[in-house]
Nanobody, 125 residues
């Protein structure tokens, strides 16, 4: 079993930055692959990026490259999502998820067994 807790969401102005964190606990085997997703009301869930907590390899959703950066601190069982140059359309609930192994189709979210409760990001102009 894995328990995920996100934090760092806040209200910021356009152009601002945030750093989200996701702390994992439980069986490390089950969170060897972690990812960030975004859910905006009325829209389909979007995969932002994934990261291997074994070797740090990352992959990003096509529309997410450039302003978003995923990293991890394996000693702290934590992954991070750096959000830069934020826009109003970045507003939404941000979730982290975990699974033993990332596959090619990680961005659709169906591979992930464990999910956090989410952290809200609001970007205002």
């Amino acid at each position: 079993q894995v328990h995920l807790v996100e934090s760092g969401g806040d209200s910021v102005q356009v152009g601002g930055s945030l750093r989200l964190s996701c702390l994992a606990s439980g069986s490390a085997y089950n969170y060897r692959c972690m990812a960030w997703f975004r859910q905006v009301p009325g829209k389909k869930r979007e995969g932002i990026g994934s990261i291997s907590t074994v070797d740090g390899a990352t992959d990003y959703g096509d529309s997410m490259k450039g302003r978003f950066t995923i990293s991890h601190d394996s000693a702290k069982s934590t992954i991070f999502l750096q959000l830069d140059s934020l826009k109003p359309e970045d507003s939404g609930m941000y979730y982290c998820a975990a699974t033993p192994l990332c596959g090619s189709w990680w961005a659709n979210g169906t591979e992930f067994e464990y999910w956090g409760q989410g952290t809200q990001v609001t970007v205002s102009s």
